[in-house]
Structures are given as structure tokens and as C-alpha cells.
């Protein structure tokens, strides 16, 4: 029983309502089929709860663009199918042409998943003829499949994707703060050529940085043509900011072990890269900027923690001075090792940073303006060769 509910809680964390796109699709799909039943599009209209099906999406944006691309689709095909049958009707090469011209026009049209529904679309109208009833009806219940879906998930809570995202940034503050505490640790206690060929690859290998980015751009989708998107405005842009601020802490940090690998892969004696005292410094820097990820989002106690974390940087520093005359490799690793620590001071500083205004999603046109842009100076670079 225990599991039952944990298993709903995670359901239903991020305000996600179990079961919720069933019951959207399942309503689209009987709403469609009672408006094409009653406009009369057909006996058994079975074609517009389908369409409902296909074009019910996660989001309102992708449910908007499946709903146009499965429109354009079968346009398309009962437009060639009507064509060719009026021309030639149907053979076995008719049929070829058929299917590799829609193809073709599909790719052009940019319809993605519904690209199939071209071809399929021209053969089912060609099998009958051309018939411009079949056509018609075929075109009818795909306008209302696609208006019904469109409707019951612009109506019945279309899902924001808020929460999730702000849990996957936390969470990759987490983990970024649980490394440093542990590479800490494992400084206090000594340093080997082991130790830095594990803790560079435990640092390559996470991917909660990628996790972060996906929900957070499945956030910035769902609040596309999406009326309760308010919200996801205000916060996205405090929520952008932290996630690229912690992703180049992570990346400052993979820097700082690969200092820590080269230096102790230099040396003979592995035991003798750092001395203790050197080594309990960088460990404790390395605790207080735990502490400073994991208050990336409280400015005030953040700001503490960021003046600490330069003392410590500070302290290091005296630590590893050294002669470049005497010992010109040090010097230079032991410069790499403390630019890897300025570097995570200021993403840290920069994941916390004040956002410039609301953040606003990208024009549904901004992909086609920028193809013509690109054709364009194409033309004028063309004119001047």
C-alpha cells in the first residue's frame, strides 16, 4: 500500500494530474466523432476521432502544430490523389509516382511526423478513383479531428511543466554540491593518481545538467499559445539563469580535477603532489562553495558565502605560491588549478544573478523568417559573385 501511494505522489508531483491526457484524449476523441455524426460528414465518421487522437499532444504548442501538420497532410495527398486520378486513375506506376511525389512534397512542407499521412492520404482517395466525396469527407472529419483536439487541450488545464523544471535545476545544484563535498572529503584524507583518474571521470560522466535543460525547454514549450503561461514568464528567466550558471560550475569543476590530475601525474612521488595543509585548503574551499551552489537561489545568504569563498581562494593561494624559476610546472598547474576556482566563484555568483525582465517564447514564425533571411542573402551573395 505504501508503494501504491508513493507511486501516486510521484504522479502527481508538479501538480500533474494522473491520468489526465487519457481522459483529454479519450474526450476529444468522442467529442469529434458526435461533431462530424452530427454534421453528417459520413455513416461512420470514424476518421475525426482519429485525428483527435494523433494530435492530442503534452503540450498546447505541439498539440497546435500536429493539428496544422496533420491538416496540411491530408490536403495535400486528396489534392494529388484527386489530381491523378482525374489524369491517368490508378496503376501500379500511377501508384509509384503517386507515393514518391508526396513523399517528396511532404519533406518540402517540413511535416514531420504526419509525413506518411501524405502518401497514405493519396492512395485511399486514388483506391476509390478519386471520388470527391471520399475526398471530401476524408478533408472534413481530418478539419474537425484536428479542432476538437485542439479545443479539449486548450480547455481542460493544458499542463505548464513550471515545477518540474524548477525541481530539475535544484537538483542539479544538489549534485553539484554533494561532488564538491565529496572530492572534499577524499582531499582531507590523501591524494592519488586513483583518486584524480576517479573523480574526473565521476565529474565527465553526469548528465543532470542535460536532464535540467530538457525539462526546462519542455517548460518554455508548454507555455507556448498556452493561456495559463503568466507564470512560466515570470519565473523562466530566473530559472534559465541558474541553469547556466550551474552548468559552467559543473564544467569549472571538471577543469579544477583535470588540474588535479595533471599535477599529480607529473610528479614522482604521487603522495607529494599537495601537502596535507594544501590539500585541507582546497577541501574546505571546496565545502563553502557546496554551501554556495546549494544557496544559489538566496541572494542574501549567498552573498556570505560568496565573500567567504574568496578568503578561502585567498588562503589558497599562499598556499601554492611558488617560484616559476624553481619550479616552472607547478607554477603553471598550480595557476590552472586556482583559475578553475575563480571561474566556479564567478558562475556560482552568476547562477544567482537578477534576471533582466520577463522572458518571452520565440514567434511560431521565427523558424520560416529566418529560412527566407537565409535565402535571401543566399540571392544577394549570389548577384554579387
Given at each position: 500500500m505504501s508503494e501504491l501511494w508513493a507511486r501516486l505522489a510521484r504522479m502527481t508531483r508538479g501538480r500533474r494530474i494522473p491520468g489526465l491526457r487519457t481522459g483529454k484524449t479519450t474526450l476529444a476523441a468522442m467529442l469529434s466523432y458526435l461533431a462530424a455524426d452530427t454534421i453528417g460528414t459520413s455513416?461512420?465518421?470514424?476518421?475525426?476521432?482519429?485525428?483527435?487522437?494523433?494530435?492530442?499532444?503534452?503540450?498546447?504548442?505541439?498539440?497546435?502544430?500536429?493539428?496544422?501538420?496533420?491538416?496540411?497532410?491530408?490536403?495535400?495527398?486528396?489534392?494529388?490523389?484527386?489530381?491523378?486520378?482525374?489524369?491517368?486513375?490508378?496503376?501500379?506506376?500511377?501508384?509509384?509516382?503517386?507515393?514518391?511525389?508526396t513523399l517528396i512534397?511532404?519533406?518540402?512542407?517540413?511535416?514531420?511526423p504526419q509525413l506518411l499521412e501524405v502518401p497514405i492520404s493519396?492512395?485511399?482517395?486514388?483506391?476509390?478513383?478519386?471520388d470527391r466525396d471520399v475526398a471530401d469527407v476524408r478533408v472534413w472529419e481530418t478539419l474537425i479531428g484536428a479542432a476538437v483536439g485542439v479545443l479539449v487541450n486548450l480547455m481542460i488545464a493544458p499542463p505548464l511543466y513550471l515545477r518540474p523544471a524548477g525541481e530539475a535545476v535544484r537538483d542539479l545544484a544538489d549534485r553539484i554540491a554533494a561532488f564538491s563535498r565529496d572530492l572534499a572529503d577524499?582531499?582531507?584524507?590523501g591524494w592519488s593518481r586513483a583518486d584524480a583518474d576517479h573523480w574526473l571521470a565521476e565529474v565527465r560522466a553526469t548528465d543532470a545538467v542535460e536532464r535540467a535543460d530538457r525539462v526546462l525547454a519542455r517548460a518554455e514549450e508548454g507555455a507556448r499559445l498556452n493561456?495559463?503561461?503568466?507564470?512560466?514568464?515570470?519565473?523562466?528567466?530566473?530559472?534559465?539563469?541558474?541553469?547556466?550558471?550551474?552548468?559552467?560550475?559543473?564544467l569549472s569543476l571538471r577543469e579544477l580535477c583535470r588540474a588535479l590530475l595533471d599535477r599529480v601525474y607529473y610528479v614522482p612521488d604521487e603522495a607529494g603532489a599537495y601537502t596535507p595543509e594544501q590539500r585541507r585548503a582546497l577541501a574546505d574551499l571546496l565545502d563553502t562553495a557546496a554551501?554556495?551552489?546549494?544557496?544559489?537561489?538566496?541572494?542574501?545568504?549567498?552573498?556570505?558565502?560568496?565573500?567567504?569563498?574568496?578568503?578561502?581562494?585567498?588562503?589558497?593561494v599562499e598556499l601554492l605560491m611558488v617560484d616559476p624559476l624553481a619550479?616552472?610546472?607547478?607554477?603553471?598547474?598550480?595557476?590552472?588549478?586556482?583559475?578553475a576556482v575563480d571561474r566556479l566563484r564567478v558562475e556560482i555568483e552568476a547562477?544567482?544573478?537578477?534576471p533582466d525582465g520577463p522572458w518571452r517564447p520565440t514567434p511560431l514564425t521565427d523558424r520560416q523568417r529566418r529560412a527566407v533571411r537565409r535565402f535571401t542573402a543566399n540571392r544577394r551573395r549570389g548577384r554579387r559573385d
Open positions: 455513416d461512420r465518421p470514424v476518421l475525426a476521432p482519429l485525428t483527435a487522437l494523433l494530435v492530442i499532444q503534452v503540450t498546447m504548442y505541439d498539440t497546435v502544430r500536429q493539428s496544422v501538420q496533420r491538416v496540411a497532410s491530408v490536403l495535400a495527398g486528396v489534392l494529388v490523389a484527386v489530381g491523378v486520378a482525374a489524369l491517368v486513375g490508378l496503376s501500379w506506376w500511377s501508384l509509384g509516382a503517386v507515393v514518391a511525389v512534397l511532404g519533406r518540402l512542407m517540413r511535416l514531420g493519396a492512395m485511399l482517395v486514388l483506391a476509390v478513383g478519386g577524499v582531499l582531507r584524507k493561456p495559463r503561461a503568466g507564470q512560466t514568464r515570470r519565473e523562466q528567466p530566473q530559472l534559465r539563469t541558474a541553469l547556466t550558471g550551474l552548468e559552467r560550475c559543473q554551501d554556495a551552489v546549494s544557496s544559489f537561489d538566496d541572494r542574501d545568504r549567498l552573498k556570505g558565502l560568496l565573500a567567504e569563498l574568496v578568503a578561502r581562494r585567498d588562503g589558497l619550479d616552472a610546472a607547478a607554477w603553471q598547474q598550480h595557476g590552472a588549478l586556482l583559475s547562477s544567482a544573478r537578477e
